[in-house]
């Protein structure tokens, strides 16, 4: 019977922080500064809190009933640990964000706590490490790719952006016409790329959730590579919310992309020079520790 409540609390959890990531993630990409309220809008900005609320009680359910099922103290583990830390977060969101108008937050919490829970699934059973299918990582490995690309192309705009400012303040703007784009041009890009390709690293952050299990048996290197993957995604996530709710443009969103790239490319120059001692793999086997972590950044 508790193994059934807790598979039932997983699944509507699950169902509720993914729709609730989804309507916020509408919202932040269809604020342009126009001023005119949508009556749709308006609607599926309150439903996201009311379904992030139900997929967060879901959660703390889960989490409970699943360390029962385990024989395990959940205290003991580091995917409890940061299921109650995302469960908090929630809480905190949920009673703040009228207050103190942080509504936009709901991008950034609530898709930590989808992966999050899907960490929880490890509870009590961290070996051995999970076999996954070649379509599942197909798909994993495509959509961080597709991500990352994305924001290679908003890096490239954001650095052009920063020349173009300081080639103007400067005053050396050749006499005929600029071979660079203006600057709103270049501002709009920018978070034209980061809106396409946030929802892609966040499928890839969620879908390679089982990074968590690294952190309690994984090699130093594989650690940080999950630090800087998510680094990655909260800085891209802080350029959106930012934009969206104090009006962050121009040069601060240049810099907030450029350090998400930074973040990214530590993840591959660790991965590059990652110990090779690691002991000769099986035939055909891919390395999963790489393809949750390493391409997440």
Known sequence: MTQALSAVTFGLALL???????????????????????PTDEKRAHLAPQLLALGALGHAGYVVLASLVAHVCPVHS??????????????????????????????????????????????????????????????????????????LLAGGAAVLYLVQERRIKAKKLPAGRSVLPPLDVLDRAVHR???AGFPLLTLGIV???????????????????TIFGYATWLLIAGVLL???????????AAYGTI????????????YLVRPT????????????TTVSAGTRG
């Not at 509720?16 to 949508?38: H, K, Q």
């Not at 930012?242 to 601060?252: I, Q, S, T, V």
């Not at 350090?259 to 490319?265: E, K, N, P, S, V």
């Open 242 to 252: 930012l934009r969206a709710a104090a009006g962050w443009r121009g040069r601060r």
């Open 16 to 38: 509720f922080y993914g729709a609730a990531s989804v309507l916020f993630y509408l919202e932040i990409a269809r604020l342009r500064g126009t001023g005119i309220v949508d």
């Open 78 to 151: 580091v995917h409890f640990v940061l299921s109650i830390a995302s469960l908090f977060s929630i809480a905190a969101y949920l009673t703040l964000r009228r207050r103190f108008r942080i509504q936009a937050l709901g991008l950034l919490v609530a898709p930590l706590g989808l992966a999050f829970l899907l960490g929880t699934f490890f509870l009590g059973k961290p070996m051995p490490e999970p076999r996954l299918s070649p379509v599942f990582i197909t798909l994993h490995v495509l959509a961080n790719l597709l991500g990352v690309a994305l924001f």
């Open 193 to 195: 790329f980061l809106v």
């Open 207 to 225: 879908s390679g959730t089982y990074w968590a299990q690294k952190l309690e048996v994984g090699s130093p290197d594989e650690v940080m590579r």
């Open 277 to 288: 001692d690691e002991g000769p793999r099986r035939g055909g086997e891919i390395d999963q």
């Open 259 to 270: 350090a998400g790239l930074a973040c990214a490319t530590m993840v591959l120059v660790i």
